[in-house]
Each structure stands twice: as C-alpha cells, then as structure tokens.
C-alpha cells in the first residue's frame, strides 16, 4: 500500500504486504530528515534518517528514499506488522535547532 | 532512567491558572527541546537549550510562554493565565550533539487540557 503524505493522511495494508508512506517537504534548504514512529500515548521514536548528500538509506526492514529534485522523501517498510499500526510523521532540519514535522500518515496494519 | 521522563503525564488546568510542566532529559545530553503537538497534528517547535542556554525561543506562541533550564539538565516549561487553545501535548526531546540535526529522544509527552 502507499499514501501520499498530506493528501491521504490513512493507509491501511495488509500484514506481510509492504507499505509506502509518502512525504512532501517544504525547503530545498533542508539537509537532513528523519522519519519518527508515534503509538498512541507515546512520544515519538526515531526510526530512521537521512542527509541530504544521500538518496537511499536502509534499515532493519525499513528505507528512507529522498528525491531532492522534487523534494519528496519516502519511507518503505517490508513486511509490514501489526506492531507497525502508528502514526508515520518526516521531519526535516531546516537548522540546527528547528526540525519540521509534516502532519503525519496513520497506518493500520489488518492482521 | 533509559529515556526521556516527563512529568505529569496528565494536567488538567482551570483557565487562568498557571501550569508547570517538567522534562529530566538523558543524562549528558547537550540539547534540549519541547515541543507542542495539538491533536492530529504533527509537533510544532516551541524553544531550544543548548545546556543551560536557551538558543532559541522562537516558537513561544506568546509571552505566556517560559521556558528554562538553570542548570543544564532538568528543564522546565512554564504556561502563565492558561487558555484553551493551549490545549496540547508538549513534548521534550534530548539529542547528544548540538542542534536537531542527530538523533533525538522525546519523552512521552504532558497531555494539557485547560477547561
């Protein structure tokens, strides 16, 4: 499954499908972005980041793309689990201190 | 602790009256951060110590607003003559390094409802 960010801010999957959440930012300025996980109730958790002088980074299930021409980051997840229901936010650095969250994209995981 | 610890996790407020919410950071963690996150939305900016110095302030929706951290560690985020559109989760965040631009750690927020 896949959602484009603001525009579709739910995407459900089904489990063991892998998703794509989808992220537009903001300023061409930005050098680094980060995707954070947030459970109800919770703070957010850092899942994975990115820089800019990068376009594709891997983790454990999980990859950040980021398109700098069109300013578009993107988060893949494999194998999606029902432990991956949350809601999705990206943020980017615009500088040192000031880290922009977008609006976020729920994702619900249908066992 | 493991984590970054906020406290309380639920304040109600009566408009008006003055709130004070904590953050205990990660212990050597230079920066320091909260922020706002009202329902549905993603966190806004409000204000960030580097150590006991606040660099920048300028997220503070209003004078209202204080925040401080005298000695490099705990912090505290103050809200004077509550009203309700400060409804909100406020979140503190600690990173090692200077700035946003590592990962940081936030804690699980001080849900505030003002009635």
């Known amino acids: 499954g896949e959602s484009v960010g603001l525009h579709l801010p739910t995407l459900s999957v089904q489990e063991g499908d892998n998703s794509i959440i989808n992220c537009a930012y903001s300023?061409?300025?930005?050098?680094?972005f980060i995707w954070y996980k947030q459970e109800s109730g919770k703070g957010p958790q850092f899942i994975i980041d990115?820089?800019?002088?990068?376009d594709k980074r891997q983790g454990q299930r999980v990859t950040v793309l980021l398109n700098k021409t069109v300013k578009h980051l993107s988060l893949q997840i494999a194998a999606t689990q029902p432990g991956d229901s949350a809601v999705y936010f990206c943020?980017?650095?615009?500088?040192?201190?000031?880290?922009?969250f977008g609006a976020g994209t729920r994702l619900t995981v249908k066992p | 602790g493991a984590g970054v610890s906020q406290s309380p996790r639920y304040k109600v407020a009566k408009r008006g009256q003055d709130v004070a919410l904590r953050c205990d950071p990660i212990?050597?963690?230079?920066?320091l951060f909260w922020y706002q996150q009202a329902l549905g939305q993603g966190p806004e900016f409000l204000t960030y110590?580097?150590?006991?110095?606040?660099?920048?302030k300028s997220g503070l929706p209003s004078d209202r607003f204080f925040a401080e951290r005298p000695e490099g560690s705990v912090s505290t985020l103050k809200i004077q003559r509550t009203q309700q559109e400060d409804s909100a989760v406020y979140l503190c965040?600690?990173?090692?390094?200077?700035?946003?631009?590592?990962?940081?750690?936030f804690g699980q927020g001080t849900r505030l409802t003002v009635v």
């Open positions: 300023n061409s300025a930005s050098d680094y």
């Open positions: 110590f580097q150590n006991e110095a606040q660099l920048d």
């Open positions: 943020a980017e650095n615009r500088r040192d201190n000031d880290m922009r």
């Open positions: 212990s050597g963690h230079v920066s």
């Open positions: 965040a600690s990173s090692p390094g200077q700035g946003m631009n590592t990962e940081a750690f």
């Open positions: 990115i820089r800019s002088n990068m």
